[in-house]
T-cell receptor
Framework: DAGVIQSPRHEVTEMGQEVTLRCKPISGHDYLFWYRQTMMRGLELLIYFNNNVPIDDSGMPEDRFSAKMPNASFSTLKIQPSEPRDSAVYFC??????????????FGQGTRLTVV | DQQVKQNSPSLSVQEGRISILNCDYTNSMFDYFLWYKKYPAEGPTFLISISSIKDKNEDGRFTVFLNKSAKHLSLHIVPSQPGDSAVYFCAANTQGGSEKLVFGKGTKLTVNP
């Protein structure tokens, strides 16, 4: 398996524009996570899905952020409208069963978002 | 409120010496702990984990120690190698409970040749 695939790797956009980040999890993994990394807050969990269903979106910072998982092999994180403070590295991760021993989340390479 | 804390943003050690990275947690419900390593421009990768039923887990040069009473864990790397230079994240969750992995802010380790 190629691992978790994220696109684009880098995104530069102007304030107010819509941004869509994409993720393809590892086949067979039931859980998908979206994280945001910043210097100030480290790795923050934004939302996670189980079997394509959003389970916990309490980490989503504002209504400007939304995430979908239309099928087991694809998820999007959308920011509309984007703001400079959204600039960060966004990671997608997937896991077969993260709540149990000897399982862990596998991360994609991340999308570095810059909002100017 | 940071439930998982890595109070040292950076650590520098000489090649061949021991690296000790520390992590504290506040949530007593956490019972499974993981360390991830992250190189620049890459995603974090799993390194080693420990369950709360143990106080030590070893994998090659990497050992994680858990002190439940102090709510503290540490990662020891012996001997340290230049290729170990990376950001190390501590993470925790509750087995059989929430699937959330809560991460610390990370410690940047630099191993000097």
């Amino acid at each position: 398996d190629a691992g978790v695939i994220q696109s684009p790797r880098h995104e530069v956009t102007e304030m107010g524009q819509e941004v869509t980040l994409r993720c393809k999890p590892i086949s067979g993994h039931d859980y998908l996570f979206w994280y945001r990394q910043t210097m100030m807050r480290g790795l923050e969990l934004l939302i996670y899905f189980n079997n394509n269903v959003p389970i916990d979106d309490s980490g989503m910072p504002e209504d400007r952020f939304s995430a979908k998982m239309p099928n087991a092999s694809f998820s999007t994180l959308k920011i509309q409208p984007s703001e400079p403070r959204d600039s960060a590295v966004y990671f997608c991760a997937s896991s077969p069963n993260p709540g149990h021993r000897d399982t862990e989340a596998f991360f994609g390479q991340g999308t570095r978002l810059t909002v100017v | 409120d940071q439930q998982v804390k890595q109070n040292s943003p950076s650590l520098s050690v000489q090649e061949g010496r021991i690296s000790i990275l520390n992590c504290d947690y506040t949530n007593s419900m956490f019972d499974y702990f993981l360390w991830y390593k992250k190189y620049p421009a890459e995603g974090p990768t799993f390194l080693i984990s420990i369950s709360s039923i143990k106080d030590k887990n070893e994998d090659g040069r990497f050992t994680v120690f858990l002190n439940k009473s102090a709510k503290h864990l540490s990662l020891h790397i012996v001997p340290s190698q230049p290729g170990d230079s990376a950001v190390y994240f501590c993470a925790a969750n509750t087995q059989g409970g929430s699937e959330k992995l809560v991460f610390g802010k990370g410690t940047k380790l630099t191993v000097n040749p």
